[in-house]
């Protein structure tokens, strides 16, 4: 009888472990069918780019890769009440997908040789170019002004490196932990430039708070392919975004995104990129 008991209790303790293990609740979400159903699916964002990833103050989310990745989960299965959105800052978005954190990341988010190493990405939904902010009243127009100035950016960004390697080597760099950041820094004259994706520049020089205050400089510094990043090694997982937003782009979704997001700040965007073709 003893055993009999003793054997009871570890085949429930089986059952239960098993359980628990069905539920998949550290992958970010369903990885294995990438269907919905009742599950919850977990995206990482940006909170403060105006125009791509923003938390607004009632708690909804707006911008261009809120957009995107509503659109990919739709695809997927999941429903919008069905999203959870997870704040991923710059350096921590490999570290949020390997430790399972979300399921993918649609964080303006370059694709680079060195960071497919530790991640694989689906897309590019969006190609972008580095470029400055400046004050309205600035004099820096081209990159080699930046030499002597301070010149700002977010910690795990390439930009501020990528001017100081090969435009303006005497560039201070600063570092700081997001753009609103950087947005108070050129405020109060601590700052001399932002610097990174113009998507982004003008997501921020079109908000009502800083009508008149910043303008762009129009430099094309580089070409930044925005993809949605998933853990390294789920191709089932890419394969299905790109299908998602080939579809997005051939609907007329797409566009309608980057007008409602990008339209009031005249941002003049490339077209649609081709998905799994990379922009030199």
């Known amino acids: 009888m003893k055993l009999r008991k003793v054997s009871a209790a570890a085949a429930t303790a089986l059952v239960l472990a098993l359980t628990a293990t069905a539920c998949g609740g550290d992958d970010g979400g369903d990885s294995n069918s990438g269907s919905g159903g009742g599950d919850k699916i977990k995206i990482g964002i940006k909170y403060d780019q105006p125009g791509l990833g923003l938390k607004e103050p009632d708690g909804s989310f707006s911008g261009f890769d809120v957009d995107v990745a509503t659109y990919v989960a739709k695809e997927l299965g999941y429903k919008p009440d069905q999203i959870e959105w997870v704040e991923t800052k710059s350096a921590d978005r490999e570290n949020a997908l390997s430790r399972g954190d979300v ?40 990159g080699t002004d930046l030499n002597g100035k301070k010149l700002c950016s977010v910690t795990g960004s390439t930009s501020a490196q990528n001017v100081k390697d090969e435009i303006a080597p005497k560039a201070q760099l600063q570092q700081l932990g997001g753009y609103s950041e950087c947005i108070a820094g050129l405020q109060s004259d601590q700052l001399d430039a932002l610097t990174t994706d113009d998507a982004i520049l003008a997501g921020f020089a079109a908000q009502e708070q800083y009508k008149g205050q910043f303008k762009l400089t129009g430099l094309k510094l580089s070409n930044e392919n925005y993809g949605i990043g998933v853990k390294k090694g789920d191709t089932e997982t890419v394969n299905k975004i790109n299908d998602a937003l080939k579809k997005m782009v051939s609907d007329g979704s797409w566009d309608k995104a980057v007008k409602e997001n990008f339209g009031p700040a005249n941002y003049k965007n490339e077209p649609a990129p081709k998905i799994g073709q990379i922009v030199q």
């Open 103 to 142: 399921k993918m990341i649609a964080a303006t988010y370059s694709i680079t040789d060195e960071r497919k190493q530790k991640v694989d990405f689906a897309g590019p939904y969006l190609l972008a170019h580095q470029d400055l902010l400046v004050k309205a009243d600035s004099d820096i127009k081209e």
